[in-house]
C-alpha cells in the first residue's frame, strides 16, 4: 500500500506526519498536520517540576467523569494535578469541609464551573 501526502494528495509520503517532501518542507504545511509520533508531544503538556498548587480541593471522588474535568482544568491552567484534600472515596468529607472553610468567592466560580457546580451541590446536601 502506498501512501499519498495527506496535503497535495499526489505524492507519495516520505516525510513525517504523512506529508511528501515538497509539502513537508513547504512553510505553514507541515504545522497544519499533527505529529504522528508514538514519541509526540501531545495534550496541554507535561512538567518535571514544581507546580503551583491548585487553590481548592475538589469533592469528586477519583475515577468520576467530574474529577477528570478538574484533573484537566487544572493540567491547562499549569497547577499540580493533585490536592492534598482531594476527595478519596465518594462523599469524602475533607474537600467539604475545606471548601466551606474557605468561604469561596465568585472569581473562583467562574474559573472552574464545573468544580463549582459540584462543589455546590455537595456543600447543600
Ligand atoms: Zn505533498
Known amino acids: 500500500m502506498i501512501l499519498i501526502c495527506k496535503h497535495c494528495q ?3 509520503v516520505n516525510r513525517p506526519r ?5 509539502c513537508y518542507y ?3 504545511v507541515k504545522d497544519q498536520y499533527p505529529s504522528t509520533s508514538k514519541y509526540a508531544r501531545r495534550g496541554v503538556g507535561n512538567g518535571n517540576g514544581a507546580a503551583a498548587a491548585a487553590p481548592l480541593p475538589t469533592a469528586h471522588a477519583p475515577g468520576t467523569p467530574e474529577k477528570l ?3 484537566e482544568m487544572r ?3 499549569r497547577q499540580a494535578l493533585w490536592h492534598p484534600l482531594d476527595a478519596r472515596y465518594p462523599n469524602d468529607p475533607r474537600p467539604l469541609a475545606a471548601l466551606a472553610a474557605h468561604e469561596l ?4 466560580y467562574d474559573a472552574a464551573p464545573r468544580e463549582f457546580a459540584g462543589a455546590r451541590l455537595a456543600v447543600a446536601s
Request: with cysteine; glycine share 14%; aromatic share 4%.
Open 26 to 28: 513547504t512553510d505553514g
Open 18 to 22: 504523512g506529508l511528501c517532501w515538497s
Open 75 to 77: 493540567a491547562r491552567n
Open 105 to 108: 468567592q465568585d472569581e473562583v
Open 69 to 71: 474535568g478538574v484533573l
Open 10 to 12: 499526489k505524492c507519495k
